[in-house]
């Protein structure tokens, strides 16, 4: 029974350390650029958008649908950024725990 009480254990303290994780991917932030930088958006590792930063230069009405697509290709750029960033400290997290090979968390 010792056996089940330590792997109880182990699974409560790789729950508390997974939950501290998720908090503090809310605090990196990222940046998805589009345009050569003319659009930009800030995000944190957890996804929540934090800003939005347009050029003005391509504040036109003919070039809205331009703006449109970069808009789209900054959210998409901050996004993959995100998705790195939320692996690399989740990896960080796992490294010292036995976890058969292929398990991924958060379960």
Do not use: H
Not at 17 to 24: F, I, V
Not at 54 to 80: C, H, Q, T, W, Y
Request: glycine share 10%; proline share 5%; aromatic share 2%.
């Amino acid at each position: 029974m010792n056996n089940l009480e330590d792997i109880m254990a182990m699974a409560q303290n790789v729950q508390a350390e997974l939950a501290k994780a998720q908090d503090g991917l809310d605090k990196i932030e990222v940046q998805g650029v589009a345009g050569g930088g003319l659009v930009k958006v800030t995000a944190s590792a957890k996804g929540r958008i934090i800003g939005i930063s347009i050029d003005d230069s391509l504040i036109v009405p003919s070039g809205k649908e331009m703006l449109e697509d970069l808009v789209v290709a900054a959210f998409n750029d901050a996004r993959a950024k995100a998705d790195a960033a939320s692996n690399t400290e989740m990896a960080k997290m796992t490294q010292g725990l036995p976890l058969p090979p292929g398990f991924k968390l958060p379960f």
